[in-house]
Nanobody, 117 residues
Framework: QVQLVESGGGSVQVGGSLRLSCALP????????IGWFRQATRGAERELVA????????IYSDSVKGRFTISRDNSANAVDLQMDYVQIEDAGIYYC??????????WGQGTQVYVYS
């Protein structure tokens, strides 16, 4: 069974930084756009906040543009999300998956981000 493993979540103060990591199988990584999705509360709809194309181009939602940076390391089968200048509304559960997610494997457990003022 294909597994997506997210890590790096935790508590961060407003204005601070956090780095999330996603480990995924090479079979999923190769040739696919990979994104980070945010779910405000468990069970809510997931919002795509950043994606990185197979060839490296990155796209961000307006809510995180200029603050978050997504990157991929094809040799390590990993996709990271650097979160800077974190805001209260960035809190939630973060998941990674293929973009669009309907073409990807089942969701992983996600990693929780708490933001405090």
């Amino acid at each position: 069974q294909v597994q997506l493993v997210e890590s790096g979540g935790g508590s961060v103060q407003v204005g601070g930084s956090l780095r999330l990591s996603c480990a995924l199988p090479q079979s999923i990584m190769s040739g696919n756009a990979i994104g980070w999705f945010r779910q405000a509360t468990r069970g809510a709809e997931r919002e795509l906040v950043a994606r990185v194309m197979a060839y490296g181009m990155t796209i961000y939602s307006d809510s995180v543009k200029g603050r978050f940076t997504i990157s991929r390391d094809n040799s390590a089968n990993a996709v990271d999300l650097q979160m800077d200048y974190v805001q209260i509304e960035d809190a939630g559960i973060y998941y990674c998956n293929v973009v669009p997610a309907r073409l990807g494997p089942n969701w992983g457990q996600g990693t929780q981000v708490y933001v405090y003022s």
